[in-house]
């Protein structure tokens, strides 16, 4: 079991970017699998990118073209970038480690941090 800490999110305008991290105290990230997911009020979890332990990612529909996912560990974090945000991007998003990469199921993940806002609004 690993914990897991997001932070980054925050209030943007529409076509801002921003960079969550995905950061695992106590542990290595470079140990696990880590995926990025988010969640809009009223909507299932939505996968967005799985990073291998290697540092290949796979992405989502909703994520090609506008995210990058990378690790660093050097600073034992997965980060998120995300460039020309829009207003349906708003959401919770979630990192989670499992141990197989380029899955987008939520069950594929054990471990999960607590989410961090990020609203895209003008």
């Known amino acids: 079991q690993v914990q897991l800490v997001e932070s980054g999110g925050g209030l943007v305008q529409p076509g801002d970017s921003l960079t969550l991290a995905c950061a695992a105290p106590g542990s290595s990230v470079s140990n696990y699998v880590i995926a990025w997911f988010r969640q809009a009020p009223g909507r299932e979890r939505e996968g967005i990118s799985s990073?291998?332990?290697?540092?290949?990612?796979y992405y989502g529909a909703s994520a090609k073209g506008r995210f990058t996912a990378s690790r660093d560990n050097a600073k034992n974090t997965v980060s998120l970038q995300m460039n020309s945000l829009k207003p349906e991007d708003t959401a919770v998003y979630y990192c989670a480690a499992g141990p197989t990469c380029g899955t987008l199921n939520t069950e594929d993940y054990s471990d999960w941090g607590q989410g961090t806002q990020v609203t895209v609004s003008s």
């Open positions: 990073v291998c332990l290697g540092g290949r990612a």
